[in-house]
């Protein structure tokens, strides 16, 4: 017993010892991994975590590991993304922006008749050039909302093996994990109907715009003041004789490309205590291009419909000129 | 000028009364502390006038002022020193205050445009006001007013008067540098009576007034041209004509856009001046010298070859355009003819 309890304590000590590398460790992954899915104007949740102390040493007896290194999942990236598609995406995006070493399809264990988990791990190597970090590992999970659902429920819930319930419970069980698939396929296919709608669409503009206000780093925003905001300001991009509405968005994204550093300091700036909140909305970005490109038409429309303060907050943000009010 | 990433930071502010041989200049001896909040504030009311009436300017080398001097220790000096330049800017400013001037307080502000730093000099004048504050007693709700007499940088006031340069890292033009006034008189000799501008800050605008004013006049005109309908084409130069010899000192390209053309029209005349030296955003001093002859007169010239020309007077009595119902547009002079003769 007193054997025990001392591996007890030596395998604390020991993690203890190494558990704030693992810690930096994740995090850099993390960072490194949420900067390359954000590139790519993936949406996604991010979690990272190094292994606690009590997870570590009832693993360490439970596959009956003799050594810290047996563990790969000291270190721990997870990346939830809306659908299919994009769990697709940010798989390959994975392959490239890190050195894997092994990567597991979980559906693949299912086969065609089994329901369940269906998420990727990779085992990674640590990116850093620390010394310390070199050689150090780190998994990472991608999965759709869905998959994570699934993955908390059947924690909470099915702790037994399926195989040892009775019959009405494991048709349960794979019904819901079914559906779970299920919703997932239709995720992806309104996704794709979502992406066929026409470019000059307020929801196209929209979409592209809040991908845009991703890459700047912002998340967070009213939803109802960017639709709003567009309904009104999409028909200035193609009021224009010949210019249509892919064409200007294509130029949005440019202005983007060029301003994006600008646009992250602005958006940065604003979110301080002292800073004008109602600026950190992903309809800025248009604004600041408007401000640019159609200064005129932007405050006529503007003046019409929306308060002028919130343009003149816009101007003032961004460093614009806006004619002097009379 | 991109004023987007302009950050405060430092301030003192130094108090520049009205000239009185029985008063002594006081001087300030500390800069302010201000937090990261009143910092914001300032920038955004820097910004804000900067973008709604700049002016570009030069040091003129006829009117040299220890401002430049100043002005350039700070910008190109370690920046350690913030309150002897401030004093020495607040004597040459209150040298200046005659009985006409108003009092007020002299801001100068140390900022930095991304990696460039920069220097705004702003003559800011107290506001008066109140403020309001509810106290809820036993008795119901009362308010305390508590008067403010040095109410400044609020939000609906602009400042006063501000001169602000910044450091390019360009041997060629180390400085560029914008005025703006919200004092300045709608009169002609406002201009001339802006001890602000050329007295204190020792500056001139930075093009020609006559050269930028014949530029936007044939910019314009030839924009006008590209329009169909000849009524607004017409109207449109009879109102810049207006405006050129109005007794507003300054003209901005876009304020014009903005209260005489169409809303369809504001956009494409604004990119009209891409070309140009013109900055349709910036205000510059009028000086119609070069195009006098033009602005006395206009002229209308037909497809049939006829042409017509005058004074803008008896156009606006004598002249319409309309569309007749077959939608053909009619010129409609309404006169008597006084006499014909060969040309």
Redesign the interface.
């Given at each position: 017993m007193a054997a025990f309890r001392d591996r007890i304590q030596h395998l604390k000590a020991e993690y203890a010892e190494v558990a704030p590398r693992y810690r930096a460790v994740a995090k850099l992954v993390r960072q490194q991994a949420e900067a390359a899915v954000m590139d790519a104007q993936i949406k996604a949740l991010y979690e990272h975590r190094a292994k606690d102390e009590d997870s570590f040493v009832k693993k360490m007896f439970r596959k009956n590991y003799t050594s810290t290194d047996q563990v790969t999942d000291l270190a721990g990236v997870r990346i939830i993304v809306p659908s299919s598609p994009d769990s697709e995406n940010v798989c390959s995006i994975m392959d490239t922006a890190f050195q894997v070493a092994s990567r597991e399809d979980k559906s693949e264990g299912l086969g065609a008749a089994m329901m369940g988990y269906r998420g990727t791990h990779f085992l990674v190597g640590c990116p850093s050039e620390d010394e310390s970090l070199r050689g150090l590992q780190c998994e990472i999970q991608v999965r759709t909302r869905a998959e994570h659902l699934w993955s908390a429920y059947s924690h909470e819930l099915f702790y037994k093996s399926t195989a040892s319930l009775p019959m009405r419970t494991q048709r349960a069980f794979n019904r819901l994990a079914a559906m779970i698939e299920i919703f997932d396929e239709e995720v992806t296919r309104t996704m794709h109907y979502l992406e066929e709608l026409p470019k000059g669409d307020d929801l196209a503009l929209v979409r592209l715009l809040t991908g845009l206000f991703r890459q700047a780093g912002e998340s967070a925003f009213d939803p109802e003041m960017t639709q709003e905001s567009v309904r009104v300001l999409q028909p200035i991009l193609t009021a224009e004789p010949n210019a249509d509405a892919e064409m200007q968005h294509i130029r949005i994204q440019q202005f983007f490309e060029q301003k994006k550093a600008k646009v992250t300091s602005v958006f940065q700036r604003e979110h301080q205590d002292y800073g004008n909140p109602v600026v950190i909305q992903p309809e800025s970005i248009l604004v600041w291009f408007l401000l640019e490109e159609y200064l005129h038409t932007l405050e006529h429309e503007w003046d019409e419909q929306l308060d002028r303060e919130l343009l003149e907050d816009l101007a003032i943000a961004w460093g614009s000129r806006l004619p002097e009010f009379s | 000028m991109?004023?987007?990433?302009?950050t405060v930071e430092r301030f003192i502010f130094q108090e520049v009364p009205r000239q009185n041989p029985q008063v002594q200049l006081t001087p300030t001896e500390h800069e302010t502390e201000g937090d990261?909040?009143l910092k914001?504030?300032i920038r955004?009311k820097i910004?804000?006038s900067l973008?709604?009436?700049?002016l570009e300017i030069i040091f003129s080398p006829d009117r040299p002022t220890a401002t430049k001097d100043v002005v350039h220790s700070l910008l190109t000096g370690d920046g350690q020193d913030l309150i002897l330049p401030s004093q020495e800017l607040q004597r040459n400013l209150y040298t200046l205050q005659n009985g006409r001037i108003s009092p007020g307080l002299l801001v100068v502000v140390l900022t930095r445009n991304e990696a460039a730093p920069g220097v705004a000099l702003i003559k800011a004048e107290a506001d008066e006001g109140v403020s309001l504050r509810p106290d809820e007693t036993e008795h119901g709700r009362r308010y305390t007013v508590q008067h403010i007499k040095q109410l400044m940088f609020t939000e609906k006031t602009k400042l006063y008067k501000i001169g602000y340069f910044e450091a390019t890292g360009d041997e060629a033009k180390p400085i560029v540098a914008y005025h703006a006034d919200f004092q300045l008189g709608s009169s002609r000799a406002g201009i001339g009576a802006d001890y602000f501008l050329g007295s204190f800050l020792g500056c001139k605008p930075a093009v020609d007034p006559a050269q930028i004013t014949a530029q936007t006049w044939n910019t314009s005109v030839t924009y006008f041209n590209t329009i169909p309908d000849p009524e607004t084409k017409v109207q449109y130069l009879l109102d810049l004509q207006s405006e050129m010899i109005s007794n507003t000192p300054r003209f901005?390209v876009?304020?014009f856009?903005?209260t005489h053309?169409r809303?369809?029209h504001?956009?494409d005349f604004?990119r009209s001046f891409d070309t140009t030296d013109v900055d349709p955003?910036s205000s510059f001093v009028k000086d119609p010298s070069r195009i006098r002859s033009k602005l006395r007169r206009a002229r209308m010239e037909f497809r049939s070859g006829l042409s017509l020309v005058g004074d803008q007077e008896s156009f606006d009595a004598y002249v319409t355009q309309s569309v007749d119902d077959n939608g053909t547009p009619q010129t409609i002079i309404t006169d008597r003819l006084q006499s014909v003769g060969g040309v």
């Open positions: - | 991109d004023l987007g990433l302009l990261d909040a914001y504030h955004t910004v804000d973008n709604r009436r700049r901005t876009d304020d856009a903005r053309l809303p369809e504001r956009d604004r955003a």
